[in-house]
């Protein structure tokens, strides 16, 4: 599975933007995904996940309510819905899969794409 994020770029705070998360191959049912960010100087850190039975999903508590999570299987396509945006949340947005893991650990993922910058001014 290879992993394209895209729909990065530069907003005002308050404002909105979608990144997709386009895979060679979702089969679906069989892959959690997950979305992770690195801001300048700071950790990794995973933003929500989703397994891949759909049957829960984790969100960090600073983006609970403002950002979400969803899956289109059919066009091997994950989105990541951004409202409400603030400066804290720019930083290096990534994607990932895992037909077994869909925890917060960046590293245990089997398949992990290339970021998309997202900048929020204020």
């Known amino acids: 599975v290879q992993l394209q994020a895209s729909g990065g770029g530069l907003v005002q705070a308050g404002g909105s933007l979608r990144l997709s998360c386009a895979a060679s191959?979702?089969?679906?049912?069989?892959?959690?995904v997950g979305w992770f960010r690195q801001a300048p100087g700071k950790e990794r850190e995973a933003v929500c996940s989703?397994?891949?039975?759909?049957?829960?999903?984790y969100y960090l508590d600073s983006v609970r309510g403002r950002f979400s999570l969803s899956r289109d299987d059919a066009n091997n396509t994950v989105y990541l819905q951004m409202n409400s945006l603030k400066p804290e949340d720019t930083a290096i947005y990534y994607c990932?899969?895992?037909?077994?893991?869909?925890?917060?650990?960046?590293?245990?993922?089997?398949?992990r794409g290339q970021g998309t910058q997202v900048t929020v001014s204020s």
């Open positions: 989703i397994m891949a039975t759909g049957s829960r999903t």
């Open positions: 191959e979702f089969t679906s049912g069989h892959y959690g």
């Open positions: 990932t899969a895992d037909p077994h893991y869909t925890g917060t650990h960046f590293e245990l993922y089997d398949f």
